[in-house]
């Protein structure tokens, strides 16, 4: 669990150097912030999320640390998959080949799994471990980050990620 929020801890402060990075071509400077929001955004804090989570749920709830950290991989695995190659729905309005569209929109669209796989895996770790935990708001917390990083993240990135909202969305006010 240490070493994924080492990762991610450190995905974070990598990918915030190509923030620095500002080149003179338009379509450039758009590829660079884009990896920024979305490396970080769909890689590194997801990571953090999922083992503070972890975390949390070894703590409070008792259940085997092997589980736990079974649940973690899956769930880092997800994300890392879905979220780089989703990245490339943004490609195609920087006028990469139109394959882009199609593969960023499909994997994009998966984006929502590990969001999802976190909801099921905090609920499912506080019904296994069937603790009646003194500290009622670190448990409410952690069950109220995961739903709500699900709609929040999950659903309305599952919405953009749609090529024909992102036609509409796709650098707007929305989305910036």
Aim: hydrophobic share 55%; net charge neutral.
């Amino acid at each position: 669990i240490g070493n994924v929020l080492l990762l991610g801890m450190w995905g974070i402060a990598v990918f915030w150097l190509f923030a620095f990075y500002n080149p003179g071509n338009i379509a450039l400077d758009k590829i660079y912030w884009w990896y920024v929001v979305h490396l970080w955004v769909e890689g590194v804090w997801e990571l953090v999320m999922a083992s503070v989570l972890a975390f949390l749920m070894i703590k409070m709830t008792g259940v085997d640390r092997e589980v736990i950290e079974k649940w973690l991989y899956a769930i880092i695995g997800l994300a890392l998959f879905s979220g780089v190659l989703g990245t490339g729905h943004h490609y195609y309005w920087i006028g990469a080949p139109a394959c882009w569209q199609w593969i960023g929109s499909i994997f994009g669209a998966l984006e929502v799994a590990p969001f999802f796989a976190m909801v099921v895996f905090v609920f499912t770790m506080v019904w296994k471990g069937r603790r009646d935990h003194p500290n009622k708001a670190a448990m409410l917390w952690s069950l109220g980050c995961t739903v709500g990083a699900f709609f929040g993240a999950g659903v309305w990135g599952f919405m953009h990620t749609l090529s024909f909202v992102n036609y509409y969305s796709h650098g707007t006010q929305i989305t910036a």
